[in-house]
């Protein structure tokens, strides 16, 4: 018992770390990227996409992300 309360503000202090840096990757998606002057490509369209799979909001989801992303490297979606 002794040693179960030595190793519990250790556990604790891991678990606040691990649960920070896990935390702090998802807000690395939404950062913006400076914008590239030599690529001449400024628009990009998002076509429908075909579900093939038992998921309704598959097709949904995965353009929401794609719109997310290509606007985090400064296209215009």
């Known amino acids: 018992m002794a040693r179960a309360r030595a190793m519990f503000p250790l556990l ?5 770390a691990w649960s920070a840096t896990a935390c702090s990757s998802l ?20 076509l429908p996409l ?15 992300g794609l719109i ?3 606007q985090a490297l400064q296209y215009v979606v």
Do not use: E, F, S
Request: hydrophobic letters at 50%.
């Open 50 to 64: 075909v579900n093939n799979t038992n998921d309704v909001g598959a097709p949904q989801y995965v353009r929401d």
């Open 27 to 46: 807000d690395a998606m939404y950062l913006r990227v400076a914008p590239n002057i030599g690529n001449p490509i400024r628009t990009v369209a998002i």
């Open 68 to 70: 997310v992303h290509l």
């Open 12 to 16: 604790a202090l891991w678990l606040v």
